[in-house]
DNA sequence: CTGGATCCAGTATGATACTG
DNA sequence: CAGTATCATACTGGATCCAG
């Protein structure tokens, strides 16, 4: 990934550069509400409101923060509607669709796997 | 995922603990940190230092932390061989490399919008 | 409705020292 | 080498209040 590493050339720090890159991606990225938000609007654009009720449990300021992220970061497009009281709107972008796909898997894996580890656990627990 | 819901039945117990334990997994695997160990020990076993080594930043703790956490979600097995100094091996299971392949896409996803979102957090910057 | 700002508690994390 | 325990601290996240 992340770990790109050819080395070796004089491009040594455009990879470098390029990886930590990737890392601070990852990382802003791999976290449970963003992705979370991602795979939530997914399905259909939603106002703030709707997110924060779909999402369950996410407090205001979380909401907020993460939505800016990943604003920040082209994975999804803000939209202001200047009426009153105003109305905001979250669509996904293609770089954010794209990455749902990939959060689809990490929910289809934990499906596929829930008994296993919540087997797993028991006997660890023990 | 997540949020399965068929509901309606008499089952709705049982589905909401579900997803509750969907979700608390979910938390467990979805951060920075227990990806990126997934992601490296899917290439081959490793031993505690190795493993420190290739993730590079993350401290002696952290890593303690999320390997027992990975461990009592059965993603990975810890192998202690009585030899001194100790030797412990750590190693994916089935259900580890499958997860290893979702996050496979992610870091796929990482590598090919890079650019995409580079060149946008310039633009939200300004 | 949306969201910024602030305050504050709880937690996560790092550094260090110690054991087997 | 691997891991636990302790401590100090930074940071996260929640509650609340205010504004457009």
Redesign the interface.
């Known amino acids: ?4 590493q050819f080395s070796g050339s004089a491009e040594d720090a455009d990879i470098s550069r ?1 990886d930590s ?2 890392r601070e ?3 802003d ?4 509400w963003a ?2 938000i991602i ?1 939530t609007l997914g399905e259909r654009t939603l106002r703030f409101t709707e997110l924060r009720g ?1 999402l369950e449990g996410i407090s205001h300021k979380m909401l907020t923060q993460n939505l800016r992220m990943l ?4 994975l999804l497009v803000r939209e202001v509607h200047p009426t009153v009281p105003p109305r905001v709107e979250y669509t996904l972008t293609e ?1 954010g669709q ?2 749902r ?2 959060v689809d ?3 289809g ?6 008994g ?6 028991r006997r ?2 023990a």
Do not use: Q
């Open positions: 990934m992340v770990t790109t390029a890159l990737a991606i990852f990382s990225v791999a976290n449970k992705l979370l795979e779909a604003e920040r970061n082209g770089p794209a990455l796909a990939t898997l990490m929910c894996w934990t499906r596929r796997y829930i296993h580890i919540e087997e797993s656990r660890f627990d």
